[in-house]
């Protein structure tokens, strides 16, 4: 034993063998003990003269029942030597003495928890500690030692990587100084995404954290965290399974061990999502085309010529804004507002109008009391708001708990979907003071109030069943009275009031189709990849074709008499959206307000239109800013996907449903409608006249 102590007074180097414990035999190269360990935990002995190492396998160490092999190796017949110079990133004194080395193996189960070791051995000197080293490429520390009652065992010191079995299985015992004793480094945590970047729209992948030692030995242990700093690409869940949302993005995912007492140690890993939907903020696309309308008056004391007005369409639109979603939309959603503008330029006036758009793209579930499951990758029109340069406001918002706003569900497939349902909100109001709010039921019946400058109020209440109810007392003293369509064939009365007195009323045959039998239906499909229209005139960087999305919507206003069918046809890129939309709002006109005839309402008689209005609108994307959307692989269309479009807003991205809002407001103003009927002051004269 005196040659241990001037060993440890440094008679001999770091790294150099003590002599054998044993007295006058030199004990065998190495000895080796096996045995079966469980789950349940065990441990191995195995002696080599008067030393005896101990390794103790935890409950819940192994995976399975395996072999856990423990050989100890005399220091003069030790594989490694135990280095005192300076290493890739931590040192083992130069006054280090070996003690022992041995190795472990475990065969039939995966190593889940570290091991723990103990030394039969003497007591360390004053002023010396135990260490137990691992090797890597070199020795180094993986756990502190506690000598007692003749054994120096392992603390299982967290702060440590302990015995992991990796990085080599050689293990040593050893004595150094206190005073060279180092601390324990921190970990390193390193992230990565095994299944590569970008993650598909609604793909997942699954996050993994590794946890080393400065020089590579790993934790078995750690109790890991995940966050995302980027919500607006998807979610982490604890276990690290990052799920994509419906829009492009970069972001971090940074895992955490918040083992105690480790000092929560951390790093951090990209991921990126690419998607058939750009939607990150700042992405910015700009349209051009037309937009004109004509009109023609028919059956009529003089049937005119058509009369047409076109203007040319610029329109940016720029997503502002990405977050969660407020109630009533969709719970697990993420919002996109964006801010639209548009400028239509006529021979004689221009137009600007400018709008906040907003947008949902489902994550999973379904708004609050909504006949409707909103599937993930579903995307919803939270409405607009559009003020134009005449000082007219408008704001549309459709209604998701009575089955409306979707406008498109992703990646696209073919088929048919949906349909939504008519529910919406409607308000405008004029740079006269002039409002108009109407609110739109899920099968397209409606109720409607104006009000004037002068707080006068003039109601419209449309029915389910095809009738209505127009009352204008308050203003001209008119209210008119519309039947269902009733009979065979079918027939409608148009009565008309001027307070209690009958002023007249009319029986015609019904221009409501008879297969009508609700105000709104609407019809939707996806006809796959199809070559773009020459009409749209797409720019070469988009390719020759996307899928062709119609959207077909087929009112009757049992009030003012219009037959109205809409027509929305997109074509879609997988990297950027809508590259072409046209819109064709058709209307035949059946009841005359406007007084140009003589008479308070002037109806058809004979089932014919008295005017036809026609608006038609093309756009085509010019220049797409986004952050870099791939082709996600289309989906096959099951019975559980839930698919549709608003009848108050297009299938596609931003800048389609601003337009579509704009469209529609240049319907109502051709149509006239309300305004410019009941709140005129001539609005009298000889009561009801059809043709």
Request: include cysteine; aromatic fraction near 6%; hydrophobic fraction near 35%.
């Amino acid at each position: 034993m005196s040659c241990l102590a001037l060993a440890l007074a440094g008679c001999q180097g770091g790294g150099s063998n003590p002599p054998s414990f044993n007295t006058g035999v030199a004990p065998p190269p190495s000895a080796t003990t096996s045995a079966a360990v469980s789950p349940s935990g065990g441990s191995v002995s195995t002696t080599l003269g008067t030393q005896t190492v101990v390794i103790t396998v935890p409950p819940g160490a192994l995976s399975g029942t395996g072999t856990v092999a423990v050989t100890v190796f005399s220091n003069a017949a030790a594989p490694k030597t135990l280095h005192s110079a300076g290493r890739k990133v931590r040192t083992i004194g130069t006054d280090s003495v070996l003690i022992v080395e041995f190795s472990v193996t475990v065969t039939g189960a995966t190593l889940l928890k570290p091991l723990q070791a103990s030394l039969t051995t003497p007591p360390a000197p004053s002023g010396s500690i135990f260490r137990l080293a691992g090797f890597a490429t070199s020795f180094d520390d993986v756990d502190t030692v506690t000598f007692a009652a003749g054994k120096a065992t392992t603390d299982q010191n967290t702060l440590y990587s302990r015995m992991s079995l990796a990085s080599g299985t050689d293990y040593a015992f050893y004595i150094e100084p206190s005073s060279e004793a180092s601390v324990a480094a921190k970990p390193v945590i390193t992230v990565s995404n095994p299944s590569g970047n970008p993650v598909a729209m609604f793909g997942t992948a699954q996050i993994v954290g590794v946890e080393t030692q400065p020089n590579g030995f790993p934790y078995l242990d750690p109790t890991f965290t995940y966050v995302l700093d980027n919500t607006t690409i998807g979610t982490v869940n604890a276990a690290g399974l990052f799920t994509a949302g419906p829009l492009d993005g970069v972001g971090n995912v940074t895992v955490t061990d918040t083992t105690a007492g480790r000092g929560n140690p951390n790093g951090a890993g990209a991921v990126t999502v690419s998607s058939q939907r750009p939607g990150a903020v700042g992405d910015k696309f700009t349209f051009a085309g037309t937009l004109s309308s004509t009109t023609q008056q028919t059956n009529t004391n003089i049937t005119t010529q058509p009369q047409t007005d076109t203007a040319t369409v610029a329109l940016s639109s720029t997503v502002t804004s990405v977050g969660p979603v407020p109630t009533p939309a969709p719970v697990t959603a993420l919002q996109v507002l964006t801010n639209s503008v548009e400028t239509d330029t006529y021979p004689l006036q221009t137009i600007k109008t400018t709008a906040l758009n907003g947008f949902g793209y489902v994550i999973g579930g379904a708004a609050p009391g909504s006949p409707k499951t909103f599937n993930p990758g579903t995307v919803v029109t939270l409405g607009s708001d559009a003020k134009d340069s005449n000082g007219v406001e408008y704001v549309t918002q459709p209604d998701p708990t009575k089955g409306n706003g979707i406008i498109d569900v992703l990646p696209e497939a073919a088929g048919a979907f949906g349909p939504n349902t008519a529910a919406l909100t409607y308000k405008e109001t004029d740079q006269a003071n002039f409002t108009r709010s109407r609110t739109v039921a899920a099968d397209g019946s409606y109720v409607e109030q104006g009000t004037d400058a002068l707080g006068d109020v003039q109601t419209i209440n449309t029915h389910s069943d095809l009738s209505a109810f127009y009352d204008a007392n308050q203003y001209s003293g008119y209210n008119f009275t519309i039947t269902k369509p009733t009979g065979t064939p079918q027939k409608i009365t148009v009565s008309i009031k001027q307070g209690n007195t009958n002023r007249g009323s009319l029986t015609i045959p019904s221009w409501i189709p008879a297969t009508m039998t609700q105000p709104s239906t609407e019809t939707d499909v996806d006809n796959g990849s199809t070559t773009y229209p020459a009409a749209c005139s797409v720019p070469a960087k988009y390719g020759t074709s996307g899928n062709q999305i119609v959207q077909t919507i087929n009112r009757a206003d049992p009030a003012l008499g219009n037959l109205e069918t809409l027509t929305t046809t997109t074509y879609l890129s997988g990297t950027v959206g809508p590259v072409c939309i046209q819109m064709v709002d058709s209307i035949k006109t059946f009841y005359d307000y406007t007084l140009q005839n003589g008479f308070v309402l002037f109806v058809s008689g004979n089932g014919q239109p008295i005017q036809l209005t026609t608006v038609s609108e093309t756009l085509t994307l010019q220049t797409a800013t986004t952050s870099g959307g791939t082709v996600t692989n289309a989906l096959t269309r099951g019975t559980s996907a839930v698919r549709a479009t608003a009848s108050a807003s297009p299938r596609a991205f931003a800048p389609v449903a601003f337009a579509r809002a704009r469209f529609e407001h240049a319907v109502r103003e051709k149509l006239g409608g309300m305004r410019t009927a009941t709140f005129n002051h001539n609005f009298m004269s000889q009561g009801v006249q059809a043709l």
